[in-house]
């Protein structure tokens, strides 16, 4: 897994941006950068650079929010050239001294480039409007200060008000050169100066990992930017309770800065972290308050609904029924749903057929059930939307699919009502496809609702951005159609399950592919409501995966990390914290570091797979994963127990259908469970498995506990999750 990477293509990349960063905002057109200078060296013009790394959460409110405005749009229509550079492109930040994601450069050529101005982070549309007009202008824009000081008119005021840019563009070997200047014309300001130099020499301190000095150098600065460092240096040190005091004097004392409401998030997370519920949710309170309009706003709504309704919640994705130990084997997809119609609110049972089937063999040999019956066929007639509907209702009551007549969308929705019940689901089928009756059960099952899916967008294909967007919409609109609150997360539907034949891939605004299961659970200002999953495979195969997500029950987990236990980011996500965590509930195997070799692993899957759960942090491609002194393959993956897999790593799910791929070794080797990235997604789109297991234990689903939640990675991105979303430890399970 690589933290970053350079594509080599990068044409092919920004190729792709021509044509899709068009359906974002037709009014702009961005090009690749080669393109772009050449355009500006012609036409005389400005040119734009937009860098940043996909994955981060500000780059994306950026386009959604800013960028893509119609206002903005007008703005930059006439003298400005447009294109996208990736941080994965190390070449073009080296050049333009980019470090931080959104940097935004102004830069006009005359006997070479030349920066106008740069802005770093997240701006607001009124703001960047400023921007571009100064710069249309050149007025107190950096390549305007940096000329006058130039020139004779070498004022004090230019001076500072340069060395301030240079301070909030990050410049600041150039901010101390100018403040050291200033500091012997202007002796009335001298101890002013003082404390920018000591604030720049703090963040030189802080870079190096050296908090104490940082700290010694912060403490007697009262500017903006010293206080928000300070908290971050008590942040590092694990100082909570100091950090908090510094940081709600900072709120205090200038609750208009640009950071504010990411410090008082900042704050929420610190106090839930370290389990101060009370203050955790009257500063989620306080943020929405006062800044109910910010993206941090928006992600304390969703703490604060999941602390409000999390008891509630919890019990409703817990799985209710109790389990009959006999599974039946049935002829054909009439008969499964006729047994699966006869489950009732208090008991289910595993359906499969085909009993010479490895899937079925695989799981009623972990199952162990005290019997297994074959039954005869029972026809129940066409099988359509109705028929599933009654299927779907039948499995709440003590009826059976032929014993129910006329049930539509009403009669559910009082079913539902009678028992109390609200829907945390909703589960995507079509008829007669392989995923039909796997669908049904999970439905059935978990008091989900159904949907048929209407057909198009086949597994193969790679939608565009404005499909993407058209599909988004149609499950937002049918979602609401069963009248159900969906549109926040713990209030009604959380989940959606795709157990149908659909495209799990698309191209992005910025033309690079993601996953399509974690684009169309957003609304439109991109925050997700509901968490997704899909099932994979045959009709078979699926239908093992919703059995086992039904019926089984985790004993044990591996974990085995091959990354370095040192350096950042790496360290984040060893595996020692998680295994003493979880080994109060399962049995643990661990290696780690130099012991994760593959002699070791081999050693280990001598006779298959053993692990119900397992955890694998490596680096490689869909075909070969890294492990200490070697490389392994996907014939290094062995037969399997019915398993949950979590592969931290670059690419294992390019695609998962493929058996010769990792991800679709693991899945027909016997994970009923599988998450991992379909493309390159970086090493911090993973949890750490800490944080996993921590979810995992205190009752989540796979489905919420696998994915980001906030921040970097959490909006749509290039991680799938293969199985049913609402799988779960089951903590009933005691490990003696």
Same mark, same amino acid.
């Given at each position: ?74 703005? *930059? ?5 447009? #294109?996208?550079? =990736? !941080?994965?492109?190390? +070449?073009?930040?080296? $050049?333009?001294? @980019? &470090? ?44 305007? *200060? ?5 020139? #004779?008119?070498? =004022? !004090?005021?230019?001076? +500072?008000?340069?060395? $301030?840019?240079? @301070? &909030? ?568």
């Amino acid at each position: 897994m690589k933290t970053l990477k350079i594509f080599s293509t990068s044409l092919f990349l920004f190729f792709c941006i021509f044509f899709n960063l068009q359906y974002c905002s037709a009014q702009l057109n961005w090009i690749s950068l080669d393109e772009a200078k050449g355009q500006v060296k012609n036409e005389k013009k400005i040119l734009l650079v937009l860098s940043g790394a996909q994955g981060g959460v500000f780059l994306n409110e950026m386009l959604i929010n800013v960028i893509n405005t119609d206002r903005v749009a007008k703005e *930059l229509s006439s003298r400005f050239v447009l #294109s996208f550079v =990736s !941080s994965a492109n190390k +070449k073009v930040f080296r $050049e333009f001294n @980019i &470090k931080k994601s959104p940097t935004i450069l102004f830069l006009t050529y005359d006997n070479g480039w030349k920066e106008i101005e740069r802005i770093l982070g997240y701006v607001t549309e009124q703001e960047f409007i400023s921007v571009i007009r100064r710069v249309k202008e050149n007025k107190k824009t950096y390549l305007f *200060l940096h000329n006058e000081i130039s020139s #004779s008119r070498r =004022s !004090s005021r230019h001076l +500072k008000m340069l060395a $301030e840019k240079c @301070i &909030k563009q990050e410049k600041f070997k150039e901010a101390k050169t100018l403040y050291k200047e200033l500091s012997s014309k202007d002796e009335k300001n001298k101890d002013i100066y003082a404390y920018k130099i000591r604030y720049i020499d703090a963040v030189e301190q802080y870079e190096k990992g050296n908090t104490y000095e940082a700290i010694q150098l912060l403490k007697a600065d009262e500017f903006p930017k010293a206080r928000a460092m300070l908290s971050d240096c008590y942040i590092k040190q694990q100082n909570y309770e100091r950090a908090a005091v510094v940081m709600w004097n900072f709120l205090k004392d200038y609750p208009q800065h640009f950071r504010a409401s990411a410090i008082a998030y900042q704050l929420v997370r610190i106090y839930i972290t370290q389990r101060n519920m009370k203050s955790g949710v009257s500063t989620c309170i306080w943020l929405i308050k006062n800044y109910k309009d910010s993206y941090y706003a928006r992600q304390a709504k969703h703490i604060l609904q999941k602390i409000k309704f999390l008891p509630y919640y919890r019990e409703n994705i817990k799985l209710k029924r109790n389990i009959k130990k006999t599974v039946y084997i049935v002829p054909d997809m009439g008969s499964f749903l006729f047994y699966i119609s006869k489950w009732t609110d208090k008991e289910i049972f595993p359906v499969f057929m085909d009993k010479d089937n490895h899937f079925t063999k695989k799981f009623i040999e972990t199952f162990k059930p005290n019997e297994v019956i074959e039954t005869k066929k029972v026809n129940i007639g066409k099988i359509d939307k109705k028929k599933i509907l009654q299927v779907l209702y039948a499995s709440w009551t003590e009826n059976d699919v032929l014993s129910v007549k006329d049930v539509n969308r009403n009669a559910i929705r009082d079913n539902l009502k009678k028992r109390k019940v609200l829907p945390v689901g909703i589960v995507f089928v079509r008829l007669q496809d392989m995923g039909l009756l796997a669908g049904v059960s999970l439905a059935c099952a978990r008091d989900q609702l159904i949907n048929i899916w209407p057909g198009g967008y086949e597994y193969e294909q790679i939608l565009k951005y404005k499909e993407k967007e058209k599909l988004r919409k149609y499950i937002r609109k049918i979602t609401k159609e069963w009248e159900y609150p969906y549109e926040s997360l713990y209030l009604g539907i959380d989940y959606l399950t795709f157990s149908c034949d659909l495209a799990y891939r698309y191209y992005s605004e910025f033309g690079d592919v993601h996953v399509l299961d974690t684009a169309v659970n957003r609304d439109d200002q991109g925050d997700r409501f509901a968490f997704s999953g899909r099932l994979l495979g045959d009709q078979q195969q699926k239908n093992y995966q919703a059995m086992c997500s039904l019926f089984l029950k985790p004993k044990d987990v591996l974990f085995f990390n091959t990354y370095n236990t040192t350096g950042i980011p790496w360290k984040e996500y060893q595996t020692q914290e998680a295994a003493k965590l979880i080994d109060r509930k399962l049995d643990v195997g661990i290696r780690e570091d130099k012991d994760a070799t593959l002699s070791e692993w081999q050693q280990i899957m001598s006779k298959g797979n053993e692990f119900d759960m397992l955890f694998v942090n490596s680096s490689g491609g869909k075909y070969d994963w890294q492990v200490k002194e070697g490389k392994a393959y996907v014939d290094d993956i062995p037969d399997s127990v019915p398993t949950v897999v979590y592969f931290t790593h670059s690419g294992s799910a390019a695609d998962p259908q493929d058996a010769d791929t990792i991800a679709g070794r693991w899945l027909k080797n016997g994970a009923y469970v599988y998450y991992g990235a379909v493309t390159e997604p970086y090493v911090q789109a993973f949890n750490p498995s800490a944080g996993t297991v921590e979810q995992v234990l205190s009752g989540e689903t796979y489905g919420f506990s696998f994915r980001k939640h906030d921040r970097d990675y959490s909006h749509p991105w290039k991680i799938i999750y293969v199985g049913d979303p609402l799988a779960s430890l089951k903590m009933e399970i005691n490990k003696e």
